[in-house]
């Protein structure tokens, strides 16, 4: 679960599906996502998404690839903040 969730955030920023707002957009579906599966992603919207943007930032930067090393620093994140319904 958290992988998949991981992996939502992750791929829209570093796709630039849209022409803006892609980390929002991760964001929410994520937690779309995780709603749909019984859990919560708590976030302080003050400290904390500012980790969590920087990461995603971190993410667009790599074009080639999904950086394995980002994506287990997110994988984290998100299992610290994962909280059950």
């Given amino acids: 679960m ?5 992996c939502i ?3 829209i920023p570093w796709a630039q599906v849209f ?4 980390r ?9 996502f ?6 919560d ?6 400290d904390e ?3 969590l943007r920087k990461l995603l930032s971190e993410i667009k930067k790599h074009y ?10 997110l994988s984290f994140y998100i299992s610290k903040r994962m909280k059950p319904l």
Avoid: C, H, W
């Fill in 2 to 6: 958290i992988e998949k969730t991981a």
């Fill in 9 to 11: 955030i992750a791929v």
């Fill in 19 to 22: 022409f803006d707002g892609n």
């Fill in 24 to 32: 929002r957009t991760g964001i929410i579906a994520a937690g779309t």
């Fill in 34 to 39: 995780l709603r749909d599966n019984g859990y």
């Fill in 41 to 46: 992603l708590d976030i302080n919207p003050e």
């Fill in 49 to 51: 998404n500012l980790e």
């Fill in 64 to 73: 080639a690839d999904l950086e394995p090393s980002i994506m287990k620093q």
